[in-house]
């Protein structure tokens, strides 16, 4: 199965932008990218997800690069609920349906 | 719209009793998924349910672990004589459609403490 690599930890102020990098450099051209995160003593919560095209939706954007060798979940405002592990997860269709969960990055909010 | 509910939240149990941990999808969906996080490690998939089927247990353990999904009901992921070791928050997730393009919603898990 293709693997994620995300950084175990990053940090960002309250409002300001935030940039959660993940590579899967073996990403065959039909995974999707998708992000889920994890609040503290919560289940999961999808975020996002995308193919090849960059993608918005009300909670945040994912940037996907030409190659689809890496992409980037984009928090435009971080707020203090928006602290929690970010999970890039690749959905394969040779996978069926589960979603294979990585360490993801533990992302700190500072007031 | 409720979202997918899990029951109960917490639950305790001495070893070699059996724990029964029960999981309401979002109205609607008719897939369901059990993940288990063990304390300090990521959430691991167990099994794939459609009503009435296990589509996917290719991360259940072998022994003492089931799970179903009745035509009426909810979802039940049942431990046997469960060990110390089965300590750990299980999730139940619920989506609308199988495959790579279904979200899964995800309950708020049961955390399950084997004294």
């Known amino acids: 199965d293709a693997k994620t690599t995300q950084p175990n930890s990053m940090e960002s102020n309250e409002e300001e932008p935030v940039h959660l990098p993940c590579n899967h450099s073996?990403?065959?051209?039909?995974?999707?990218i998708h992000w889920y995160r994890q609040l503290p003593s919560q289940g999961p919560e999808y975020v996002i997800h995308g193919l090849t095209s960059n993608v918005n939706n009300r909670m945040a954007s994912l940037a996907i690069a030409e190659d689809r060798k890496s992409s980037t979940l984009i928090l435009h405002r971080a707020t203090l609920r928006d602290a929690a592990v970010y999970y890039c997860i690749l959905r394969l269709e040779t996978s069926g349906s589960r979603l294979t969960f990585g360490e993801g990055t533990q992302l700190t909010v500072n007031p | 719209n409720a979202g997918v509910m899990q029951n109960p939240r917490h639950l305790v149990r001495r070893r070699g009793q059996e724990a029964r941990l029960r999981c309401s999808p979002m109205k609607g969906h008719s897939h369901v998924y059990w993940y288990r996080q063990l304390p300090e490690e990521g959430l691991k998939f167990m099994v794939y349910l459609q009503k009435e089927n296990i589509i996917d247990e290719s991360g259940m353990p072998k022994e003492r672990f089931s799970a179903e999904f009745p035509k009426e009901g909810p979802s039940i992921l049942r431990i046997q004589q469960v060990v110390r070791g089965d300590s750990a928050a299980y999730f139940c997730a619920s989506s609308p459609t199988r495959g790579i393009f279904g979200t899964q919603y995800f309950g708020p898990g049961t955390r399950l403490l084997v004294l």
């Open positions: 073996t990403i065959s051209g039909t995974d999707y």
